[in-house]
Every structure is written in C-alpha cells, then in structure tokens.
C-alpha cells in the first residue's frame, strides 16, 4: 500500500484568491488523481496528474482554474486559482501503483473553506 | 457511461443489527468494484474489492459480492457497531483508470 499526506489539511481563504494543495506518497505510485468532494457529496475527479506533462481534465474542470503539476512520481500539487464560496469542497489526492490491480489509496483530504 | 447507484442514506440502525446497503452498476467494460469507508472527519480508506465476477471482498466482518448477472455488489455485515458510523461509497474502475463513485450512504449506528 502507499501512505498518501497532503498540505494543508484545512484553510479558511478569501474570495479571489488562489490556494495550492501539496499532495506526497510515500513510495513511487503509477497514477495520482485529484478528487473533489462538495459537501454532502460525493467524489468527482477533476483530473489525472502526469509526471512530466500536463494533466488530464475531466469535464467541467479546466486547467486555468485548477493547474495541477506533478515533477517526480511522488509529488503533485493541485492549485485552486480565483476562488469563489463555491470552490469550498474537500479536496483529496489518491495514487497507485500497476501491483495493486485498481486499487487507490487516499490522502487525508484539504478542507477548503472559501469566504 | 460508467456509473454507480447505491441506496440513499441514512440507514440507521441498533448496535449488533444486520447491515445491507445495495449497489448496483453500470460499466462498458469489466469493472473492478470497491466499497470505500469515511469516518466522520477523515478521509477515504479502501474497505474492500472484487476484481471479476463472483469474487467476495471481505474486511472487518464487511463482505460484499460480485454479481455480474444482477450487476450488483452489495455491502453486509452480520452485525454492526456504533464504530461502524460513517459514510459508504460503493465505486467501480476499468482498466487502471479513474473511479467512479456512487453518491455515498451514511451509516448511523446507535448503542
């Protein structure tokens, strides 16, 4: 399995501003994906984070608004850029690896609260 | 496309009662099935996984079995506790791609 921490873990942001979300495994994983999860809802990729090239967008979300970077095979960052109250969600950062047949592991989630 | 319906929430229930919350899916190819637990606060653990039909995930006294006739692959325990109060999200995978989430039900169980 892979342990999967993320920074920060809550934060409490003003409209119009931009916020980056950092996301570490603990070992080298295949594929990082960042999820979000609006209250009471529950969990929609925004999209696959590639090492070395731009990310993969699930419909609806657009790099301009969520610019995603992942340098090396255990780091990504997910920034939430212009922020609006309803950008205030859980964000949530999973990986894994081709030996865990499908399987992905969760970091702790970003509580994002957006004023 | 892919996706995945559970039962709406709440289930609430005593303490030692039995626990089924239904999942059923749909999937163009063969997926793989999870049942992810959310304990109030933190965030998603992986409970159990079947990957092909009739397999049976197991974990912490919670079973759920790959029905590919009924497209289905229900969640049960035998006999739940207070520490089982959270909320449960039934997902699937094809290939080793994203996953898709069913909306979640959120177990209550009082002592």
């Known amino acids: 399995s892979a342990v999967i921490s993320q920074k920060p873990s809550r934060d409490i942001c003003q409209r119009g501003t931009s916020l980056t979300i950092q996301c570490q495994v603990d070992?080298?994983?295949?594929?990082m994906f960042w999820y979000r999860q609006q209250p009471g809802q529950s969990l929609t990729l925004i999209a696959t984070?590639?090492?070395?090239?731009?990310?993969?967008?699930e419909s609806g979300f657009v790099i301009d608004k969520f610019p995603i970077s992942r340098p090396n095979l255990t780091f990504s960052t997910l920034t939430v850029s212009n922020m609006s109250p309803e950008d205030s969600s859980i964000y949530l950062c999973?990986?894994?690896?081709?030996?865990?047949?499908?399987?992905?592991?969760f970091g702790p989630g970003t509580r994002l609260t957006v004023l | 496309g892919d996706s995945v319906t559970q039962m709406e929430g709440p289930v609430t229930l005593s303490e030692e009662a039995f626990l089924t919350i239904n999942c059923t899916y749909t999937?163009?190819?063969?997926?793989?099935l999870f049942w992810y637990v959310q304990y109030p606060g933190e965030g998603l653990q992986l409970l159990l996984k079947?990957?092909?039909?009739?397999d049976k995930g197991s974990n912490k006294g919670f079973e759920a079995t790959y029905r590919k006739e009924t497209t289905s692959f229900h969640l049960e325990k035998g006999s739940v506790q207070v520490s089982d109060s959270a909320v449960y999200f039934c997902?699937?995978?094809?290939?080793?791609?994203?996953?898709?989430f069913g909306t979640g039900t959120r177990l209550l169980v009082s002592p």
């Open positions: 997902a699937l995978s094809i290939g080793f791609q994203k996953l898709v």
């Open positions: 999973s990986g894994g690896t081709s030996k865990s047949y499908n399987e992905q592991f």
């Open positions: 070992s080298q994983v295949t594929m």
């Open positions: 999937a163009t190819g063969y997926p793989s």
């Open positions: 984070a590639n090492q070395g090239s731009e990310a993969t967008y």
């Open positions: 079947a990957t092909k039909a009739d």
